[in-house]
């Protein structure tokens, strides 16, 4: 298996992970979009608060895989790049793409 496709299945395996804990008092629901010709990997939820009534739909965390490196465009999480770098990727094809570029120097992960 090449580098590529080993990262897409880290990604994929890193967002089931994190999606089989259901949420516990809301009627919501986690769903994986994947994109294979443009190498997008979306976390979504969606559904309904039962408290308050009110609609979540949105990104939890996006990565896509540019140049062969996992650029992490969202993390709505606590941190995804440890659990990529649990699976092997090195911090080294790790993008925080959602930080500025002239911060990303600073965060021990890939700048490009």
Not at 46 to 56: A, E
Request: charged content about 35%; proline content about 4%; overall charge negative.
């Amino acid at each position: 298996m090449d580098r590529i496709e080993k990262y897409r299945e880290i990604v994929l395996q890193v967002f089931r992970e994190n999606t089989e804990v259901p949420v516990a008092h809301d009627d919501i629901k986690d769903e994986i979009i994947v994109d294979r010709e443009a190498d997008r990997y979306l976390w979504m939820a969606s559904g309904w608060r039962k408290r308050t009534g009110s609609r979540v739909h949105g990104c939890i965390a996006r990565i896509d895989i540019i140049d062969g490196k996992l650029w992490i465009q969202y993390d709505g999480t606590e941190g995804i790049a440890p659990d990529l770098e649990r699976y092997g990727v090195p911090k080294e094809h790790i993008v925080l793409g959602f930080r500025a570029p002239d911060v990303r120097q600073h965060t021990g992960y890939a700048v490009e």
